[in-house]
């Protein structure tokens, strides 16, 4: 044991991580020992009388079962604390790849059900078509149709056009991708209302239609975030956000740059490190909106009359 | 060489029969373990340094379990479970390594 130099006071932790460094090794060992060595002096003397007690065969045999069976217990301890571990980590694996799987087959069944649902109503429109070109009025309904359609969204258009890039701050280069910090990283995330006031400012500089990573964007259609993730027409997209704009590129460019939105973007990047970029294109290819749910109907009047008034519809599922 | 034994047949003992451990205390069982991983190295140490007994060895194995095992135990209940298992495994450990250098020296006189 380490003694303190004499006069040089010594603090308490100091004292405490002494006593713990050198008292490895159980005292009471010493102890046992000392006690070991005063019996072994005191029947010395005597070396052809038995001790008193057990014979010291059956004790050090009764000993030797005991640390035997001590070890045995240490084994066990040890294997099954071993196993806990080991099957806790496999059962998290699995639980793991069970939600991964669950997540792929929930992603394909939106994708099915999309493509059917793009499917049908793809037919839809053609037998409704197919309706009204058979008469006059008919077909005057269609032209309405086809500009409200427009109106709406629900047409694809092109066009030359701005498009803006906005993106997550990119991880710096010695971040690391696990134990990085959380605060940073988030900080460089964008939100949902940055979107928002992107997607504002390129219709208030004369957008005539807006798409987000390939989703139009329709008179009701929404940007909002959910748990980190930004849904647009409630499906979700990903970073980097390419927002396209059509209308004429050069006033669109520059009224848009002009805006408050933009250069609060800007500060964004400055500040955070968000990918803010833009680029004028000639040629645009926007997908039409997905269109609202058909809450309303009436029967088209083959004799021109005024139409009833509107019929409380029967198709809505719980509007 | 029987201790040796007892710890290979305790070894195979867990591993084939995969006793099921009781929710509530599987927290305590790695704290348990390098426990008793103390106080085997202790015995070692002992051991070599020819002031083994099988007594103290047994009932410092038992008693080091049990509170380790306690001391988390009372920690979780009274919040501070993970910085007290932090603590017993910062003294056990400078334990561990104390001993297993002292046998280190008995063993290669180095």
């Known amino acids: 044991m380490t003694r303190a130099a004499p006069g040089r006071p010594r603090s308490l932790g100091a004292s405490l991580l002494d006593q713990v460094l050198a008292e490895t090794v159980d005292p009471a060992y010493a102890q046992a020992a000392a006690a070991r060595a005063a019996r072994a002096a005191v029947s010395a003397p005597e070396p052809g009388s038995p001790p008193p007690g057990r014979p010291s065969w059956i004790r050090r045999r009764r000993g030797q079962g005991l640390v035997a069976l001590t070890f045995a217990l240490a084994g066990l301890l040890a294997s099954v604390t071993y196993e806990e571990a080991a099957s806790g980590a496999q059962g998290r694996e699995e639980v793991r790849d069970a939600l991964r799987q669950d997540i792929r087959q929930g992603t394909d069944r939106v994708d099915d059900l999309s493509a059917q649902l793009e499917q049908l109503t793809a037919e839809v429109n053609r037998t409704r078509d197919e309706a009204l070109a058979a008469s006059a009025i008919g077909q005057r309904a269609l032209e309405q149709l086809a500009t409200a359609e427009r109106e709406a969204a629900l047409l694809p258009v092109s066009g030359p056009g701005l498009e803006v890039t906005l993106g997550n701050a990119p991880a710096a ?147 | 060489m029987i201790p040796i034994l007892g710890l290979a047949v305790g070894v195979v003992l867990g591993l084939v029969l995969d006793p099921s451990v009781p929710l509530w205390l599987q927290p305590y069982l790695p704290i348990a373990v390098v426990a008793a991983l103390d106080a085997v190295f202790g015995g070692i140490r002992a051991r070599f340094d020819g002031i083994f007994d099988a007594k103290v060895f047994v009932v410092s194995f038992v008693s080091n379990v049990v509170v380790a095992a306690l001391i988390v135990f009372l920690g979780d209940q009274l919040g501070v479970g993970a910085q007290l298992s932090t603590a017993v495994v910062v003294v056990l450990g400078i334990r561990i390594f104390g001993n297993a250098a002292a046998i280190r020296r008995h063993l290669f006189r180095a």
């Open chain 1, 173 to 319: 280069a010695d971040s690391d991708p696990i134990g990085g910090s959380e605060e940073v990283a988030q900080a460089g995330v964008v939100q949902d209302s940055d979107v928002q006031q992107v997607v504002n400012a390129l219709w208030s500089s004369g957008a005539e239609a807006v798409s987000i990573n390939d989703q139009r964007l329709g008179p009701t259609t929404a940007v909002r975030q959910a748990g980190g993730a930004i849904l647009v027409d409630f499906q979700p997209v990903s970073s980097p956000y390419e927002i396209r704009a059509i209308g004429d590129p050069g006033t669109l460019a520059n009224r848009f740059l002009s805006t408050p939105e933009a250069s609060f973007v800007a500060d964004l990047t400055r500040l955070y490190g968000v990918v803010f970029d833009f680029a004028r294109a000639d040629e645009l290819q926007l997908p039409g909106a997905t269109g609202p749910e058909l809450r309303n109907a009436q029967p088209l009047d083959p004799a021109g009359d005024p139409p009833a008034a509107d019929t409380p519809d029967s198709t809505t599922d719980g509007g």
